[in-house]
């Protein structure tokens, strides 16, 4: 009982990061925002881990720790070095408006939430509609962001926004999809690391 | 000296008239309470019902009117010479009384139709350019809307078969209503409909602008609660949706747009479009509750409306005989022209002080009573549970809460930029305080706010009897409570007379504290300038600088052209002047009305050059097809 | 609910004791500061050595003033007394608990800005409509947040009343963690998110750093002060512990959503005053922390951060309609 209102903590914490996300044009802070947010992540996984007594929740929340919060960041942070941006200035809306605009896209997922998903069914009661509103977005920083560096952290977003609706309905995927899950998105990350820098070079020479 | 001011009987004559006709008024009414009676002539039948509903609407108007006669019978003396303001004011309010008792589609259509050519003649009263315009403007879009209700009365008397109210009731489906309620929103200034109110209310002599602003947009509110609550067959719950979200909108969109202008009465007419809105929002949450058959809060909304078209009434109609004065003594309504004018006016800024709190909904008075009632109504809706209201009313929340914050700014900035202060120029400097029977007419609907705030027990008693007529239930008056919706206890409790007791009670223990134990020493000395010896009176916080830091935060709700002239061949810090010109302009009037219009002229244009040719065969041919076409018509459509 | 003498007197001596409180947390904040900053700091009962002394001094009134001037000032310090009547701290029943609406509470803050931001335009000096302007900016961002906030707490809670609200959470939380009992309608979550909400707007109605700078006294950069620049005196005096109210208000409210411990009765009380008392310590410690860490904010910045409040309390407000 306990267990499930401390994990709703955990992910109202997601919701707020992403929000707060949404609300500073800076990169460095953006980084540290998906850190905590996959801390976060884990944290819920881990109570739902205790909750549900299931082994495949522990390696995930070891996993998502190894990967989400300490690798991909830190990845983040040596090519935001290189590539000396530290503020996304071209956006298509305004910070407020985006903000609002954010806040209606988790009323609407709350809306969807509610036809689709019976409470009592997620590990939290409001899991999904956070999950649900946390892609929609993430989905929107890619939209009205113009750099290739904001549109990263967006579908990283997203990609937690996945993980969390994964994690919260099926006690839990698989351990080895996880990790391939993980693993894609690390190289990918890694990829987009390069191309940056790529361009970065190619750009500005 | 008789042959100079021979008019001044008109306007004793019928001031007296008014105040007397809206006493008989009131009187006929609460007489006949729920009697009916029909005039017969040759040509049409006139008849009358006193309904609970009814009589509220006569009590308010002729309370107002007696209010505006009142101020007139001294403002209007610079209108002497063309005393004919005077009679139509006298028809215009009686038009409006008439046409709320009236029971009839067509005594309803004839005296909406006179009401409606009566203010028009109000309107265009200067004869100026400007009114001239706003008066054209003001006859289109009524008209417009004279026609849609026309059209929703036809459709009802092709389903009844019957001229009179009566036979009405729960007769109109939902095209009727949606007819209904556009047309007579185009009256009330809801938002894509307002672009006349804005123009037409200030150009109207000042108590013809009260009398628009705190009588007749409520007409349109009176036909659209008969069409919703009467006449409805009580289905379609989204229409009261569609109601709630357009009147938050225009709540929102109206005191933006307020908060933007320079002229005093500008300001005061966008705040009606304002509280129409909370009014409209008020209305679609009741109807909401009628079809989904959520008694209590059907109530309850029905109290909000009713009590925010009382107070909105008395302080706007106030605030409008206001602005008149300061028109009337400084000849000017630009506010950035004026300043400094309580200490001229004392009395006045008082009563203005008071009429602007009670319109941005500051406790105890009046504007917050109803405030409150709405925003309980919207609460308790989204405990009734059901899934789409919730999102709107948190929606509606969101909106009204931003409203109400921002008619605190506006306000401020009215009554702060013009009352506050030094004069800015010599039109402020020439203030004296208004005459004392101009005073009284603005005291006493001032006062009622006062009153109805803080005892308003009373009041909702009366009120009660509408809602029930209205609604089949009733607000319990005491204590302020009543949302009985989750379960069977109160869910708030606003007790205005505790609170205001316990207000006074605590000032005076802090000024009886401070007068004894602080030092009582007065001096009085410059304003700090910074150590500078400011004598520049313009140097003071313009209106325009005060309202543009929350403009540019909104400034997606407006389509402003701002321009700097300076003298380019001089360097920066010498230049000797530089003027900055700041123009708002409507977006609904930018993107939707001019648009249209130029298509207009556009398809008008094409038809002109079609019909009117030489050659006399092609306009007989013309004629002769569109003879066909009615045919047709007739045959296919109307049989 | 039914009155006796026990919950008058009680719902007094909250009342006293919470509007003498009020400067020693201004004060404490200051002084952790201070400190923080390398600075020996203030006498930590500076604030009302302050307050008498300003008693004592004499009132300049502006010649441009008018009656304005004269009245502002006791009306902002009386509507955040009435607040203060209405709010509940440590004890269940305060004196006007009976009227306490959230929305009437809203409001009276409103009412308080209105007049002060009167007062500031009352002199014609441009400062003060400098203030005026800027004062309305923030309000209008933020009120609608903190009406929000107050009303998803009401929608939470199924209460209109602020004490009935506090009450609420409080049962709840008792029973669900300390009898175990299963109920769905308490949430950590939801008065978690308010509370970030609330923090949020607190800072920027109470002239706290990131959004303006309570210290300063340069014109360009007020926001508060620029509305009472005019002020001396007693006026100041007064104006001065009614912006130390306000503080107290908003740090309350914050510390009942955060760990709500009110006593029924007079038993209960020296425990439920000593946990006000350490919860409001802890709150002025982070509020001190919030304003040594950041750098004070460009004005048109604030929308941003006052945007993130409002759609936190919105989330709530969604979230907390899931119950039913």
């Given at each position: 009982m306990i267990m499930e209102k401390i994990a709703e903590l955990f992910i109202i914490l997601i919701l707020v990061s992403v929000v707060l996300n949404v609300s500073s044009p800076f990169l460095k802070f953006a980084i540290k925002l998906y850190s905590f947010q996959s801390l976060m992540l884990a944290f819920y996984i881990f109570m739902g881990a205790i909750h549900f007594n299931s082994i495949n929740l522990y390696g995930s929340f070891a996993i998502t720790v190894i990967f989400k919060v300490i690798l991909i960041p830190y990845f983040l942070f040596k090519t935001l070095k290189r590539v000396k941006m530290d503020k996304e200035?071209?956006?298509?809306?305004g910070i407020p408006e985006a903000v609002v605009f954010a806040g209606s896209l988790t009323l609407l997922s709350n809306l969807i939430a509610q036809k689709i998903i019976k409470i009592?069914?997620?590990?939290?009661?409001f899991v999904f509609t956070i999950a649900l509103a946390t892609f929609l977005i993430g989905a929107m920083l890619m939209i009205t962001r113009k750099t290739l560096f904001s549109q990263i952290i967006g579908f990283l977003t997203i990609d937690n926004a996945i993980f969390l609706a994964g994690n919260s309905i099926t006690h839990g995927m698989p351990l080895l999809v996880e990790l391939g899950v993980l693993f894609d998105l690390f190289v990918s990350i890694l990829i987009l690391s390069i191309l940056i820098l790529n361009l970065r070079r190619n750009v500005a020479s | 000296m008789t042959h100079d001011k021979p008019n001044i009987i008109y306007r004793h004559f019928f001031s007296y008239l008014s105040i007397l006709s809206a006493a008989f008024f009131t009187f006929l009414s609460l007489y006949n309470y729920n009697n009916e009676f029909i005039l017969q002539s040759s040509l049409v039948d006139f008849s009358f019902k006193f309904s609970p509903f009814s009589i509220l609407f006569v009590i308010f108007i002729s309370l107002i009117s007696i209010f505006i006669s009142i101020f007139s019978v001294k403002y209007g003396e610079k209108y002497d010479k063309r005393p004919s303001l005077f009679i139509y004011a006298f028809f215009f309010i009686l038009s409006m009384v008439i046409l709320v008792i009236s029971n009839d589609m067509l005594t309803f259509l004839i005296f909406w139709e006179l009401m409606s050519i009566f203010s028009f003649l109000l309107v265009i009263y200067e004869g100026n350019e400007e009114a001239r315009k706003a008066g054209f403007l003001y006859f289109l879009m009524t008209h417009i809307g004279t026609v849609l209700i026309t059209a929703s009365f036809i459709m009802l008397y092709l389903k009844?078969?019957?001229?009179?109210?009566?036979?009405?009731?729960?007769?109109?489906g939902i095209i009727i209503l949606a007819a209904a309620i556009t047309g007579f929103s185009i009256k009330a200034g809801i938002m894509p409909f307002h672009t006349w109110l804005p123009y037409a209310h200030p150009v109207a002599p000042a108590n013809i602008s009260a009398a628009m602003s705190g009588i007749m947009v409520n007409m349109a509110i009176y036909g659209i609660l008969k069409f919703l609550f009467v006449f409805s067959s009580g289905s379609g719950s989204f229409l009261g949706i569609i109601l709630l979200i357009i009147g938050a909108l225009s709540g929102l969109f109206g005191i933006m747009y307020a908060m933007a202008q320079k002229d005093i009465k500008k300001l005061l007419a966008f705040s009606t479009i304002e509280n129409m809105g909370i009014i409209f929002m008020g209305i679609g949450l009741s109807y909401w509750a009628l079809v989904e058959n959520f008694k209590s809060l059907e109530y309850l909304a029905m109290l909000a409306v009713l009590l925010h078209i009382v107070s909105h009434g008395l302080s706007k109609s106030s605030l409008f005989m206001g602005s008149g004065l300061i028109d009337k003594y400084t000849h000017t309504r630009n506010m950035e022209k004026l300043g400094g004018l309580s200490k001229k006016m004392g009395q006045l800024s008082v009563l203005f002080l008071i009429g602007v709190m009670s319109i941005s909904a500051m406790p105890p008075l009046s504007g917050f009573l109803s405030e409150w009632y709405l925003y309980i109504s919207l609460i308790s809706s989204v405990f009734t549970g059901n899934l789409y209201m919730v999102y709107f009313s948190i929606i509606a929340i969101a909106l009204l809460s931003l409203t109400g914050a921002a008619a605190g700014a506006t306000f401020t900035k009215l009554f702060g930029i013009t009352f506050l202060g030094r004069p800015r120029t010599e039109n402020a400097e020439i203030a004296v305080e208004p005459h004392i029977i101009e005073r009284i007419g603005i005291a006493l609907p001032v006062l009622l706010c006062i009153f109805i705030g803080i005892y308003p027990y009373k009041i909702i008693a009366s009120l009660n009897a509408v809602i029930f007529y209205l609604t089949g239930g009733t607000v319990s008056p005491y204590p302020l409570s009543a949302v009985h919706i989750i379960n069977a206890r109160p869910f708030s409790l606003y007790l205005p007379a505790l609170v205001i007791i316990a207000f006074a009670a605590i000032l005076s223990i802090v000024i009886f504290y401070l007068k004894i134990y602080s030092s009582n020493k007065k001096r009085i000395f410059e304003t700090w300038a910074c150590g500078l010896d400011e004598k520049?009176?313009?140097?003071q916080y313009s209106g325009g600088g005060f309202s543009s830091s929350i403009m540019k935060v909104f400034s997606s709700f407006y389509s402003s052209v701002s321009e700097i002239n300076f003298e380019k061949d001089v360097k920066k810090y010498f230049r000797s002047k530089s003027v900055y010109t700041e123009e708002i302009n409507d977006i609904f009037e930018k993107y939707i009305y001019i648009p249209i219009e130029k298509l207009y002229l556009k398809v008008s244009e094409i038809f002109n050059k079609m019909v009117n040719s030489e050659n006399i065969n092609i306009s007989l041919g013309y004629l002769f097809l569109s003879l066909i076409t009615c045919f047709i018509l007739y045959i296919f459509i109307i049989k | 609910m039914n009155y006796n003498a026990e919950h008058l007197a009680l719902g007094c001596i909250q009342f006293f004791i919470i509007v003498l409180l009020a400067p020693f947390f201004a004060g404490f904040i200051h002084k952790l500061k201070q400190r923080a900053r390398g600075q020996k700091g203030i006498n930590i009962l500076q604030f009302y050595i302050n307050f008498n002394k300003l008693l004592k001094k004499e009132v300049v009134l502006s010649k441009d003033a008018t009656l304005i001037s004269s009245l502002a000032p006791y009306i902002v310090f009386v509507s955040y007394l009435l607040i203060l009547l209405m709010l509940p701290a440590f004890y269940r029943y305060s004196l006007l608990g009976v009227s306490s609406d959230v929305i009437l509470i809203a409001y009276s803050l409103a009412l308080a800005t209105f007049f002060m931001t009167l007062y500031a335009m009352d002199q014609g000096s441009a400062f003060g409509g400098l203030g005026a302007s800027r004062e309305w900016f923030l309000t209008v961002l933020s009120e609608p947040s903190l009406i929000f906030i107050f009303i998803s707490l009401a929608i939470y809670t199924k209460q209109g009343r602020i004490t009935d609200i506090f009450y609420f959470i409080q049962n709840g939380a008792e029973n669900a963690f300390l009898s175990g009992a299963h109920s769905s309608s308490v949430s950590i979550a939801i008065p978690f998110l308010l509370f970030i909400s609330l923090f949020i707007v607190s800072i920027s109605e109470n002239a706290r750093i990131p959004i303006d700078n309570p210290e300063t006294h340069l014109e360009l950069t007020m926001f508060h002060e620029a509305n009472i620049l005019e002020a001396s005196g007693k006026h100041l005096g007064i104006y001065e512990y009614g912006s130390y109210l306000k503080l107290t208000i908003f740090l309350t409210i914050m510390s009942l959503i955060l760990f709500p411990y009110m006593a029924v009765n007079i038993y209960q009380v020296p425990l439920a005053l000593t946990t006000y008392f350490i919860k409001m310590i802890i709150l002025c410690g982070l509020i001190a922390g919030v304003e040594i860490v950041n750098p004070k904010m460009r004005v048109f910045r604030a929308p941003n951060v006052l945007s993130v409040s409002f759609i936190l309390s919105l989330i709530a407000m969604i979230l907390s309609i899931r119950g039913f």
């Open positions: 200035i071209d956006m298509y809306i009592g069914l997620t590990f939290g009661s | 009844t078969s019957s001229f009179s109210f009566d036979y009405y009731k729960g007769a109109a520049n009176l313009k140097a | -």
